[in-house]
Antibody, heavy 118, light 112 residues
Framework: QVQLVQSGAEVKKPGSSVKVSCKASGGTFSSYAISWVRQAPGQGLEWMGGIIPIFGTANYAQKFQGRVTITTDESTSTAYMELSSLRSEDTAVYYC???????????WGQGTLVTVSS | QSVLTQPPSASGTPGQRVTISCSGSSSNIGSNYVYWYQQLPGTAPKLLIYRNNQRPSGVPDRFSGSKSGTSASLAISGLRSEDEADYYCAAWDDSLSGPCYVFGTGTKVTVL
């Protein structure tokens, strides 16, 4: 059974960066895409981008281009999402999700709350 | 903002059938599979339907999905109190700037 365990909550200042991790266990890490999805307080889900570890090239939503970097470390089965130039509107719960074959976001992490506040 | 449109709310009494619509366009629903996710209060989303109408193991057959043209729908039959949650449709969008996974605006289902 695949499990995704994310890093803990973060509080950041405006203008800084945050890096959230997502460690996978069970299944094959390298072959299936990992996506990052965020949810602002009281709002809906928003896809930020994704990566297939074995290929290493990430695909980002246009809204986050230039501000987000998604990477993976196959040696530890961990995916990372780094968001820079943080602003208050980036306060949200950030989720990682992993595909199963071509089924998008089959497994989800527990979420990481990132609070941006001065 | 979301490119897939859902009604903000839906409700029903226990045992009733509730249907949630999801409206998109030719670049997303019209040319790609539709997914549905259920998000219970305070928890991470859970995959409910994939490839328009397939259920992962463990999802009750009370949940069913369908797609026609650029729209899709999720039906919950025999509504139960534990179905009270937010529901999101999603699909890949073949935009000019590259493929993007888009979510619907979300529908809150209330069991009366």
């Amino acid at each position: 059974q695949v499990q995704l365990v994310q890093s803990g909550a973060e509080v950041k200042k405006p203008g800084s960066s945050v890096k959230v991790s997502c460690k996978a266990s069970g299944g094959t890490f390298s072959s299936y895409a990992i996506s990052w999805v965020r949810q602002a307080p009281g709002q809906g889900l928003e896809w930020m981008g994704g990566i297939i570890p074995i290929f290493g090239t990430a695909n980002y939503a246009q809204k986050f281009q230039g501000r987000v970097t998604i990477t993976t470390d196959e040696s530890t089965s961990t995916a990372y999402m780094e968001l820079s130039s943080l602003r208050s509107e980036d306060t949200a719960v950030y989720y990682c999700a992993r595909d199963e074959t071509d089924i998008v976001a089959f497994y989800w992490g527990q979420g990481t709350l990132v609070t941006v506040s001065s | 903002q979301s490119v897939l449109t859902q009604p903000p709310s839906a409700s029903g009494t226990p045992g009733q059938r509730v249907t949630i619509s999801c409206s998109g366009s030719s670049s997303n629903i019209g040319s790609n599979y539709v997914y549905w996710y259920q998000q219970l209060p305070g928890t991470a989303p859970k995959l409910l339907i994939y490839r328009n109408n397939q259920r992962p193991s463990g999802v009750p057959d009370r949940f069913s999905g369908s797609k026609s043209g650029t729209s899709a729908s999720l039906a919950i039959s025999g509504l139960r109190s534990e179905d009270e949650a937010d529901y999101y449709c999603a699909a890949w969008d073949d935009s000019l700037s590259g493929p993007c996974y888009v979510f619907g605006t979300g529908t809150k289902v209330t069991v009366l």
